[in-house]
T-cell receptor, first 118, second 113 residues
Framework: GAGVSQTPSNKVTEKGKYVELRCDPI?????LYWYRQSLGQGPEFLIY????????DSGLPNDRFFAVRPEGSVSTLKIQRTERGDSAVYLC????????????????FGAGSRLTVL | DQQVKQNSPSLSVQEGRISILNCDYT??????FLWYKKYPAEGPTFLIS?????DKNEDGRFTVFLNKSAKHLSLHIVPSQPGDSAVYFC????????????FGTGTRLKVLA
């Protein structure tokens, strides 16, 4: 697609429920990232995929959080037994192989999925 | 431990003047830096980047300066326009291994017409 697509854009759930958030990256982008942004904070790294495998999952806060990318394209972030503190905007980003003109690996973000846990 | 810091939560500037947004970092292994702009209800949008082998990178109205010895970078916008009003984030990463970026907490820029 033209951009990074995230669904749902808004999700309201009750404490203890299970939630899935989906990310459809830009076609051809091999790297995919999940970030979480709480109110008044910057995006906080959760996990990064290179192809189908999680290259770095050091940001996942605990074992209630899990992400998959089975075919190297669409990714799903799964949150079990949601807690009120999980309420945030979950951002997905993708990037193309290699680096941009300055040498930096530029991330293109989706609009995010706003999760509210009541 | 906040490795990337944006100590000014907000900034107001008159239209046509220069906006200067600052960012400090603590990890000397960071060598790629990006600036992003974010409007409400949208994802962050990439603006400009710089690598540690440079001290300046310019793209139109946007210039990023890097002072490695001070572990400080700044984004200059000149002339500032009302459409520049947004939250600006700096982000940093190291070159080896992971491509993950660490983001600052953001600075809200308001350009007054």
């Amino acid at each position: 697609g033209a951009g990074v697509s995230q669904t749902p854009s808004n999700k309201v759930t009750e404490k203890g429920k299970y939630v899935e958030l989906r990310c459809d990256p830009i076609s051809g982008h091999t790297a995919l990232y999940w970030y979480r942004q709480s109110l008044g904070q910057g995006p906080e790294f959760l996990i990064y995929f290179q192809g189908t495998g999680a290259a770095d999952d050091s940001g996942l806060p605990n074992d209630r959080f899990f992400a998959v990318r089975p075919e190297g394209s669409v990714s799903t972030l799964k949150i079990q037994r949601t807690e009120r503190g999980d309420s945030a905007v979950y951002l997905c980003a993708s990037s193309s192989p290699g680096r941009g003109p300055s040498g930096a690996n530029v991330l293109t973000f989706g609009a995010g999925s706003r999760l509210t846990v009541l | 431990d906040q490795q990337v810091k944006q100590n000014s939560p907000s900034l107001s500037v008159q239209e046509g003047r220069i906006s200067i947004l600052n960012c400090d970092y603590t990890n000397s292994m960071f060598d790629y830096f990006l600036w992003y702009k974010k409007y409400p209800a949208e994802g962050p949008t990439f603006l400009i980047s710089i690598s540690s082998i440079k001290d300046k990178n310019e793209d139109g109205r946007f210039t990023v300066f890097l002072n490695k010895s001070a572990k400080h970078l700044s984004l200059h916008i000149v002339p500032s326009q009302p459409g520049d009003s947004a939250v600006y984030f700096c982000a940093a990463s190291g070159s080896s291994g992971t491509y993950k970026y660490i983001f600052g907490t953001g600075t809200r820029l308001k350009v007054l017409a």
